[in-house]
């Protein structure tokens, strides 16, 4: 073998070798190339699948402030119809003709009174639907029921806005219109409620 064979040999054997290596390294190239785009790929669907999660979890979030808003809103808007329906309620009572609103002191005051002998408390508004003659009248209906007829007028106003408050010594049995009322508007909220807050 001469130099020159020698000399192509390893030119040969250099060149399958540098063929051989070329063909790793695109091999290599390829899949590190595949690997990265793979990867890639996840980070980008990680990316997404956060983003969309964050953005349906602010969604959800936006949607619940957003209820508890509106039910806020309706139950104060029931409660004020609750709240007018009793006010309108106490100024019908308050509107009543002299007659009616008379029949309905005196029913109050005959259905709690216990001696006859206790003092008649009303409100300033009330002097002039209410007089001595209107208790006088009342002290004889209970005089008629075997009870004493011995109620007094007291000549001192209580803060109510109707209805009475009956003394007897320190004692004091309120049955103004804003206790009536509120005793009635709690016996009845519930039953009100089903229909408002239903």
Do not use: W
Request: hydrophobic share 35%.
């Amino acid at each position: 073998m001469t130099i020159k064979d020698i000399n192509e040999k390893i030119i040969s054997d250099a060149q399958i070798q540098a063929d051989k290596i070329i063909t790793q390294a695109e091999d290599k190239t390829k899949e590190i190339i595949k690997k990265g785009k793979e990867e890639a790929d996840n980070i980008k669907n990680i990316i997404l699948g956060k983003n969309n999660q964050e953005a349906s979890l602010k969604k959800n979030k936006i949607l619940t402030e957003a209820n508890l808003e509106a039910r806020k809103t309706i139950l104060l808007e029931k409660q004020k119809i609750m709240e007018g329906a009793f006010n309108k309620a106490l100024e019908s009572i308050l509107k009543l003709d002299d007659k009616d609103y008379h029949n309905f002191i005196k029913k109050l005051i005959l259905d709690n009174i216990e001696k006859g002998n206790e003092t008649i408390f009303i409100a300033s508004s009330d002097k002039n639907k209410i007089s001595k003659d209107f208790i006088e009248d009342i002290n004889k209906t209970l005089e008629v029921k075997d009870k004493k007829g011995e109620l007094k007028l007291s000549t001192s106003y209580l803060p109510i806005q109707g209805g009475v408050i009956i003394g007897s010594g320190k004692v004091r049995k309120n049955i103004s219109l804003e206790l009536l009322l509120k005793k009635v508007r709690e016996e009845s909220e519930i039953e009100i409620g089903k229909y408002l807050f239903a």
